[in-house]
């Protein structure tokens, strides 16, 4: 092994894969870190749980008991407590109701970890980040059109300062109308009428 770079011996891209969430006819299209050595189903960033769960429609749910995680340094981190069931898709394959557990991530949106991978008795091709899926999982058929959004998009917008501009002039000719219109506008009061009493008659 003496061909090896020793300057790319740490860091680089990690093994994600694009895929898609989904649900009542909306998705969101965003990427997971495929990784075996998470032991786990599959796990969420919390804020972007948060922001699927109104977009999508989706209920958070409570989980019947905390599970107690360990990180990376084998520090145990505060429990997870509840879960978002949500569609998969991952390379055309739809997955239904895919249970994820609500985490704090950091870097990343979502996880597919050793247990999501056993499930569906998939391999990692780590050198091509790609997935290897058996015969027995074939592209799922789909004619159903949804409206997409990006992950980026949904958890983090951004505004366009073009528009913005565009939106600050335009309440500021309505504003300028506004007063002019205002100052051509008479207000007409009708005159006052006096009243005289007619003198007394006379018997």
């Not at 965003?30 to 786990?40: F, K, M, P, V």
């Not at 989980?63 to 990376?72: F, Q, V």
């Not at 009708?190 to 005289?196: E, I, K, N, S």
Request: aromatic content about 8%.
């Amino acid at each position: 092994m003496s061909d090896v770079d020793l300057g790319r011996l740490v860091g680089g891209r990690s093994c994600t894969i694009p895929c898609t969430l989904f649900r009542n006819g909306y998705q969101v299209l965003t990427s997971a870190l495929a990784d075996s050595g998470a032991n786990a189903f599959a796990l969420i960033d919390t804020q972007c749980a948060v922001k699927l769960a109104d977009f999508l429609n989706a209920p958070i749910e409570e989980l019947p008991k905390p599970i107690p995680i360990r990180g990376y340094n084998g520090r145990i981190g505060p429990p997870i407590t509840t879960i978002l069931r949500i569609h998969l898709r991952v390379d055309g394959r739809r997955q239904y109701n895919a249970p994820f557990l609500i985490t704090d991530l950091g870097s990343y949106d979502m996880i597919l970890g050793r247990k999501w991978l056993a499930y569906l008795g998939l391999q990692l091709d780590v050198r091509s980040r790609r997935l290897i899926w058996p015969e027995t999982l074939p592209p799922t058929p789909s004619f159903i059109r949804e409206i997409s959004i990006t992950m980026e998009n949904l958890v983090r917008p951004q505004i366009n300062t073009i528009y913005q501009a565009d939106a600050v002039r335009r309440d500021q000719a309505f504003e300028k109308d506004v007063q002019l219109d205002s100052q051509r506008i008479r207000i007409l009061r009708r005159p006052q009428t006096t009243y005289v009493t007619p003198p007394a008659l006379k018997t």
